[in-house]
């Protein structure tokens, strides 16, 4: 098995919280900001070891295909009530997020007492 030789990563030690008397260091407190610079230099970083091992993989797109075959259907969740709309989110198989839909009351003006 080849030894994966992942980049440094820094800790900054100055970083300190009290938590009920007890002082917390938090050293990676500037991972947490994904749109610093050196947070984004850091992932790339990472990406590129992950990337490094991920592609020395033979059988990887066709474990990718099949985990696309297999997901790919609509998706929908349970609807709720609001007010006199009901709503649901669908997915149609591949999006990142679903989509929230809006059906109006099918029998209008009848209320549930």
Not at 24 to 47: F, G
Not at 96 to 104: D, F, I, S, Y
């Amino acid at each position: 098995a080849t030894q994966l030789a992942y980049p440094g990563t820094h800790r900054d030690e100055t970083v300190q919280e009290d938590h009920f008397g007890k002082t917390v260091s938090d050293p990676y407190r500037w991972l947490e900001n994904p749109d610093a610079p050196e947070t984004k230099a850091w992932v790339e970083e990472q990406n590129a070891v992950s990337e490094t091992f991920l592609s020395s993989i033979e059988y990887r797109e066709a474990i990718k295909k099949r985990i696309t075959e297999t997901y790919d259907y609509p998706k929908y969740s349970c609807p709720f009530k609001r007010g006199d709309n009901f709503f649901f989110h669908k997915n149609e198989g591949l999006q990142n997020q679903a989509v929230m839909c809006v059906v109006e009351c099918p029998i209008l003006g009848l209320k549930r007492g």
